[in-house]
């Protein structure tokens, strides 16, 4: 491609993606969806699923019209939509560009809902994975994250659009199905046909809207305060899938108590086709299928998974570009659980590998954790939205202490639970929390791209040491303060505390001994490099 050719497909890109947001937006604004619930018709001779969508939506603006989003149709997959009904009278309807464009036969006033009736049928592209297992077993498994609903389910794929829902699901009678929510209905139909029935009554995000469908073992049945929780492994798997995911309890019980009550009705931990190692789905995760027979602990994936079920799933991310809100929340309590259970040691080391990670993936993507720039959402699946936003956090509550970063954690969650935020609604929630202006210290960690480099040299002179420390990274210029471990020939070892903000800092340190050494940062509060 030419120059020229490619700055055009540039510019044409970008417009394509402003006018997809202001798009969105102007959704956002005029239509709210209340409720879905999902007929799926399965089978086991083709990957073609019949669907019957009931869609109750309220209106925020006066409209004649609705735009949903549904993959069309082409040679080998994709939807196609039979018929749109509203109280029993057909609609025109336009499929195309991944839409589904209603027009309705009057205009519906701000304030009223309508229910939208969309009977569909086609081989899922992809969202739904329709394959086999490690031992050829057919199986379906739903797998939406970020905006991959769409192409199974007509839907608001957006994450700032949530909507409780029903999954009713005809299925050949082996498999057992599971879903979102509570468990309503199983019942045996003519010719081999099993009919399950799951009722979500918490609004949830469509990237967390799934199905799984396979020959399961179901077991390692508990209850954490009313609510039942469950382990749904293959058959094959049974003895080490159950013993894999033992953990169905711990880390649910440990969050509630530290943040805040489980929003769910269940909690089913589950083996299956996911993309990823694990799959957060409100109250019915998804995990890597390897993950039931391997040999390694699946604690920290677990603790992993079962946090987002208050960050990212109960308290979801308005917008992709701020996903930091779920996984760097995923990620740092993951380590905080680690640190109850295990000890400040492996919390320690945990932080530290976490800060290798981010040094070496900023040699090649030098991003900030809000990168607006990203387009393509899976990408946003990166270093910056895991480790390194759980350095923020971690660095945020050194910030603030113990006591005020958690009572902040529960605010918020408390706030927004069930809905929606940005970073914006955490920060104000932290700063109404702790009393302290956050402004520059968000700008400086999730708005900046990299992190303080640094190199220092120290001498010995009459009762004091001189440290001179210098930020070498280029363009931005950090704020923050830094630990230095003196290490005394004869005494115990003293820690003292330093605010770096200028290119080059002196320090003089008075001492109580010789000095054998000096260490920066030794209990691990901040986030650097050491040149």
Not at 33 to 52: A, C, M, P, R, W
Not at 105 to 134: F, H, R
Not at 158 to 167: C, G, M, N, Q
């Amino acid at each position: 491609m030419s120059d020229k050719r490619l700055i055009l497909f540039l510019f044409v890109f970008s417009i394509n993606i402003h006018l997809y947001a202001q798009n969105h937006y102007s959704r956002f604004e005029s239509i709210d969806v209340q409720h879905y619930k999902f007929e799926i018709h399965l089978n086991d001779s083709t990957n073609q699923i019949e669907g019957i969508a009931t869609i109750s939506i309220k209106f925020l603006q006066a409209r004649n019209d609705i735009t949903l989003d549904l993959v069309g149709n082409s040679d080998e997959s994709g939807m196609l939509v039979h018929s749109v009904k509203m109280d029993g009278y057909g609609l025109d309807f336009i499929q195309g560009n991944n839409k589904l464009e209603i027009h309705l036969n009057e205009k519906v006033q701000a304030g009223d809902e309508v229910s939208l009736t969309i009977n569909y049928s086609g081989i899922p592209a992809d969202g739904l994975v329709i394959s086999e297992n490690k031992y050829g077993q057919r199986t379906f498994f739903g797998d939406n994250w970020p905006d991959r609903a769409k192409n199974w389910l007509p839907c608001v794929d957006h994450p700032s659009d949530k909507a409780t829902l029903e999954f009713l699901v005809y299925a050949p009678e082996h498999y057992e199905v599971v879903a979102n929510g509570m468990h309503v209905e199983k019942k045996q139909l003519a010719n081999n046909i099993e009919f399950t029935h799951w009722k979500e009554n918490v609004p949830i995000s469509t990237k967390l809207m799934v199905i799984g469908a396979a020959d399961f073992a179901v077991g390692n049945e508990q209850e954490f305060q009313g609510i039942p929780v469950s382990s749904w492994v293959f058959e094959e798997n049974e003895k080490q899938g159950f013993k894999n995911y033992k953990y169905g309890t711990e880390a649910l019980e440990y969050f509630s108590e530290l943040i805040g009550p489980y929003s769910y009705e269940k909690l089913a931990h589950v083996q299956s086709k996911t993309r990823y190692g694990g799959m957060e789905n409100a109250s019915c995760i998804f995990y890597h299928e390897n993950t039931a027979i391997s040999d390694r602990s699946q604690e920290s994936l677990f603790a992993h998974e079962v946090a987002h079920q208050w960050f990212g799933n109960s308290v979801t991310e308005q917008n992709w570009h701020h996903v930091w809100l779920s996984e760097g929340f995923a990620t740092y309590l993951t380590n905080v659980y680690m640190q109850h259970f295990y000890g400040d040691e492996q919390f320690k080391e945990g932080l530290k590998y976490d800060r290798e990670r981010i040094i070496a993936y900023s040699k090649h993507n030098l991003a900030p954790i809000i990168d607006t720039t990203v387009t393509e959402y899976i990408r946003l699946l990166n270093t910056n939205s895991y480790q390194k936003a759980a350095w923020f956090l971690h660095m945020l509550r050194e910030k603030l202490g113990d006591d005020v970063f958690f009572e902040g954690l529960q605010k918020y969650y408390h706030e927004y639970q069930n809905s929606t935020a940005l970073t914006k609604d955490f920060q104000h929630t932290m700063e109404f929390v702790s009393g302290i202006n956050l402004k520059k210290f968000f700008n400086q960690w999730l708005y900046t791209a990299g992190h303080p480099v640094l190199n220092y040299q120290w001498s010995k002179s009459e009762n004091q040491i001189n440290v001179v420390i210098k930020q070498i990274q280029s363009d931005f210029l950090y704020n923050f303060p830094i630990d230095i471990k003196l290490l005394y020939k004869n005494l115990n070892p003293e820690i003292k505390t330093y605010r770096i903000n200028k290119r080059e800092t002196s320090i003089s340190i008075p001492v109580k001994d010789d000095v054998e050494a000096l260490l920066l940062d030794p209990n691990t509060k901040l986030l650097f490099e050491l040149d």
